[in-house]
């Protein structure tokens, strides 16, 4: 028995929780702020990070599948970047939320 077809809005919403769950994992999330201020290599990433080169490549492979990250090639070096303005401002927001919930002067805290 085919199971029922999903709606556009249900599809929708299980792709953002997917990119939200890669997101979610702190190196991964670490990865996408490493390149936030200009485009950064997979060895400038790892190095950053603390993480290997295959480890690295494996985490934004996933994120370039979720459609975060984009990649370009220059040579032999690739480049990795958020994939759109969006995504920037997405973390940008996020970023200055989280900073809002740590000073010492806010009601609201973060786990």
């Not at 028995?1 to 299980?14: F, H, I, N």
């Not at 950064?40 to 990250?69: C, D, F, M, N």
């Amino acid at each position: 028995m085919a199971g029922k077809p999903r709606s556009p809005e249900r599809l929708r919403t299980v792709r953002m929780a997917r990119m939200f769950r890669l997101l979610g994992d702190p190196t991964r999330l670490s990865l996408v702020l490493g390149c936030l201020a200009k485009p950064r290599t997979v060895t400038e990433l790892a190095t950053q990070s603390g993480l290997s080169l295959p480890l690295t490549s494996h985490h934004l492979r996933l994120l370039r599948t979720a459609g975060l990250v984009e990649a370009e090639r220059d040579g032999r070096r690739v480049y990795y970047q958020p994939a759109d303005r969006h995504i920037r401002h997405m973390l940008a927001d996020i970023t200055h939320h989280a900073d809002q919930c740590l000073s010492p002067s806010s009601k609201r805290k973060t786990p």
